[in-house]
């Protein structure tokens, strides 16, 4: 591959890797609108709410644990590798979680499929940074995020089609065919890359990087299950793994062949994008994760309707994100992604005036206007990170980005989820002391196990619902409130650090250290480094 140009066939390429990462992205869209049939007893497995909520938790811890070690490994020894070593697991995983028998199959399945995600998601974009040169990889990143906005849309629709035809283990089975013609296009397109220098290993860096994640984020998803922080299993894990975490950095400054270079964070850009990225999906994925609840009980619509209602801010992700390297070309990251995270604080701060009756369109509106900005945020601020690592050191940059991505979701659920469980339980307090003391602990514990029991009350369910309706609604709205907060202090530190157009991303001389990483902002004059594609 020649150093400017790119890889001759680097558009097919990207096409590839945007198809392989669907699995992984389609995947997690549709469990959404699935989790109701799953709780079936019936028709699913009859899963409780904490069994439900550990079989994502489980593919959510395994995936953010496993990400930078992949990313380290991808580098050492191939991308290509590692993304067809992720494919398999992932189909194999998909299997197993499609014919689970009861949920404690269900959530190791989701386990292996974590595992075969964290292999795939940081080789995708790796591999796009490898065979892009620097000028043309912020459109190359901004129609892989549109992929991704493509993958959100057609998820839960499909989800729904297939869960109103077919049994609720059809969800998981869809990745196969996906997993089987990417494997393909991947041996037949995609180049191998990797790391040229041979430096030794990082064992120590990669296991304590292991062990911190899944202590906190193992802590993090507690939080979810318990609806507390005030609870040892939330707090030891979380502390320890933080500990564990700054043991990590306290270790890669003084070695000579750090697994990641953590002095990198001295780099203005890089550490405002990694700040950007994890506030966004903080703030972003606790509502949006609520709002699936919100449209299949609340407003009672089915699974294939509650997939179509996601579209508007699908379709915002799919036209936008392609054209952000033009709007940070003309105005300059630091305007575009404060504007961005206003209007992502605006959009979120209206779910606080949401009813049980809030017109349809309102509720597509703002979904739209939230995913035009994610969409002006996103794939910003990932190039910024890419661009500040050398290419060699691709998979890592890439697994960073994803680890603070994974986390700040997993931790926005956890906090604000925990935050609308309170205000649940204390709007469904002292008002339904004419059911058993047992259907009442159902039903202020979560508005799922409320509408389970409503079903069998007949009609005078009625009654009950729109009490609980009420009381999830008034915590949406304290979700939302937090969310809008997290994305007003997103937003500060974007206008008060990210690089603005003149000196876009640069990093001050000889900050990053051993990286050898180029300012982005001097990418037209600076060679890239080769990093061995084959």
Partial sequence: METHTGHPRRWQVLGVMVFSLLAVVLDNTILNVAIKTIADPVHGLGATQSELEWAMNSYTLVFAALLFTFGVLGDRYGRKKMLFVGMVLFGLASVASAYSQDPMQLIVARALMGFGGAAIMPATLAIISNVFPVHERGKAIGIWAGGVGIAVAIGPIT??????????GSVFLVNVPIVLISLVLIGMLVPDSKDPNKTKLDPVGVLLSIVGLISLVYGIVKISDLGTFADASVIVPSLVGIAILAAFVWYERRIDHPAFDVRNFRNAGFSTAIASVGLVFFAALGVMFFMAFYWQIVRGYSPLQSGALVLPFAAAQLIFAPQSARMVQKYGSKLVGTVAMIVIAGALA??????????????????FIQG??????????????????????????????????????TLGIAILGAALSASYRNGMEGKVTALPEQLRHVVTESISGAAGVAGRLG???AS???????????????????????????????????????????????????????????????????????
């Fill in 350 to 367: 209206a779910y606080t005036l949401v009813t049980a009756t809030t017109p349809i369109w309102i509720l597509l509106t703002l979904a």
């Fill in 464 to 534: 009950l619902m729109e009490t609980a309706n009420d009381a999830f609604v008034s915590g949406i709205h304290w979700a939302a409130l937090g969310s809008a907060l997290v994305a007003l202090a997103g937003a500060l530190i974007v206008a008060l650090w990210m690089p603005g157009k003149t000196g876009a991303h640069a990093a001050k001389p000889g900050a990053p250290g051993r990286t050898g990483a180029t300012a982005p902002g001097a990418e037209a004059a600076e060679p890239e480094k080769e990093s061995a594609v084959v």
């Fill in 159 to 168: 989800g729904g089609i297939l869960l109103e035809h077919f049994w609720w």
């Fill in 372 to 409: 035009v900005a994610m969409a002006n945020i996103m794939p910003p601020a990932t190039t910024v990170i890419m661009n500040s690592l050398p290419r060699e050191k691709a998979g890592v940059g890439s697994s960073m980005s994803n680890v603070v991505r994974q986390v700040a979701g």
């Fill in 459 to 461: 009609p005078r369910g």
